[in-house]
T-cell receptor
């Protein structure tokens, strides 16, 4: 079945720095790639997604890049703020599989 | 903005008891899902539901689990005889179009706030 991995598992950055989280997947048929943000005790919320017909998508401070050949996609957060602190999950939703999560801590 | 809702927010039960978790999906959505998340772990898929029947289920969704859409608005998850290891946060989700294996069009899933199930 589908295998989804994320790196790193934890990430600490200084406020204002950039953060990058990488997700790898195994099913080459996957063509939709979302990132979710989950704050402590709350629901996962979609923050950005990308479809396989594009290589990059940006929404203000957040961007996602996709390398379909290498089967990985990455979340980029620029000018990080303390409220960006959360667990971030990637997913291969067509196989109903979430990644293990990356805990991002933005230090003031 | 419409949201998926879930009740109760927290359910405490004794091992062996039956529990029913309730969800109200977004009204124009056609596909419904249950996921669970054990504390500190990743989100795990349980089941998807469309047109009054299960369309996909995972290995976790064994005979102890069942889902139902008893009326036009509610979507329920029943666990017949709870075990200690069923303790987790259970999330309901819905989408307009379906998530299906193998490349069909995808539409965004909206998650409910979750029900925390504690089995003692």
């Amino acid at each position: 079945g589908e295998n989804v991995e994320q790196h790193p598992s934890t990430l600490s950055v200084q406020e204002g720095d950039s953060a990058v989280i990488k997700c790898t997947y195994s099913d080459s048929a996957s063509n939709y790639f979302p990132w979710y943000k989950q704050e402590l005790g709350k629901r996962p919320q979609l923050i950005i997604d990308i479809r396989s017909n594009v290589g990059e998508k940006k929404d203000q401070r957040i961007a996602v890049t996709l390398n379909k050949t290498a089967k990985h996609f990455s979340l980029h957060i620029t000018e990080t703020q303390p409220e960006d602190s959360a667990v971030y999950f990637c997913a291969a939703p067509q196989n109903f599989v979430f990644g293990p999560g990356t805990r991002l801590s933005v230090l003031p | 903005e419409p949201e998926v809702t879930q009740t109760p927010s927290h359910q405490v039960t004794q091992m062996g008891q039956e529990v029913i978790l309730r969800c109200v999906p977004i009204s124009n959505h056609l596909y419904f899902y249950w996921y669970r998340q054990i504390l500190g772990q990743k989100v795990e898929f349980l089941v998807s539901f469309y047109n009054n029947e299960i369309s996909e289920k995972s290995e976790i969704f064994d005979d102890q689990f069942s889902v139902e859409r008893p009326d036009g608005s509610n979507f329920t998850l029943k666990i017949r005889s709870t075990k200690l290891e069923d303790s987790a946060m259970y999330f309901c989700a819905s989408s307009v179009l379906g998530l299906t294996r193998g490349g069909d069009p995808y539409n965004e899933q909206f998650f409910g706030p979750g029900t925390r199930l504690t089995v003692l």
